[in-house]
């Protein structure tokens, strides 16, 4: 059983790798380049602060994925403590991955309000968008680090012994076993996560 985790885990680490560098690269041009188009034009719109935050959560993103999939990246950072760094960066993971898809269903729906025509009810929307962008971002923050902090208490570095009950996660951590209240709300607040935002950006989408 192990050895086919392990396998499996070879196999995914070499087809990932060129994935997250196309990935990385493709981000950091993005990033970059809206940062030279500001500097060029010196005028910040509502929609610029969400364009440049979600590259730098995909960034981060594939960074902390390719940790998770990497002995050499995973012993390279300067923690001692293993318990703790498995924590950092599978968590870190977990909200990048709930920031990014709150950050696109913003970037959805502010490109819906503002190609949205004078007559649309969300004509009303185009000025009050603009002073709660930072806020909406913040609120994602917040609302992911509150849904995956439960990890911090179950995620630990691999054990001498490997206990069939725990869960695979990577090559030096595992995820110790759920009481069913615990694994039962950490997946609805997920659930209900990914429906409200995914359901949102497919509804400014069709907007759109």
């Given amino acids: 059983m192990e050895m086919t985790k392990l396998f499996s885990y070879i196999v995914i680490k070499n087809v990932y790798y060129p994935q997250v560098s196309f990935g990385i690269s493709a981000n950091t041009f993005l990033l970059l380049f809206h940062i030279f188009t500001f ?4 005028r910040l719109k509502p929609i610029d602060m969400t364009i440049s935050h979600l590259p730098r959560i995909h960034i981060l993103l594939l ?35 709930g920031v ?3 950050t696109t269903c913003l970037l959805s729906v502010l490109q819906a309000i503002t190609i949205s025509p004078s007559t649309s009810f969300l004509e009303k929307f ?3 968008s603009a002073n709660h962008t930072l806020g909406f971002i913040l609120f994602s923050w ?13 995620i630990v570095p691999t054990p001498n012994r490997i206990g069939a009950s725990l869960l695979f996660v ?9 009481s069913y209240t615990h694994r039962s709300l950490f997946f ?21």
């Fill in 39 to 42: 500097a060029y034009t010196h």
């Fill in 63 to 97: 960074f902390t994925q390719a940790i998770l999939v990497s002995s050499d990246l995973f012993e390279s950072w300067n923690i001692q403590n293993n318990d703790l760094k498995c924590k950092i960066i599978t968590v870190l993971n977990r909200v990048m991955r």
């Fill in 100 to 102: 990014s898809i709150c």
């Fill in 126 to 128: 185009k000025h009050i």
């Fill in 142 to 154: 917040v609302l992911n680090m509150f849904i995956t902090n439960n990890l911090l208490l179950f």
């Fill in 170 to 178: 990577i090559e030096h951590c595992y995820v110790l076993p759920m």
């Fill in 188 to 208: 609805i607040l997920m659930v209900l996560r990914d429906v409200i935002f995914i359901g949102l950006m497919v509804l400014s989408s069709g907007y759109g």
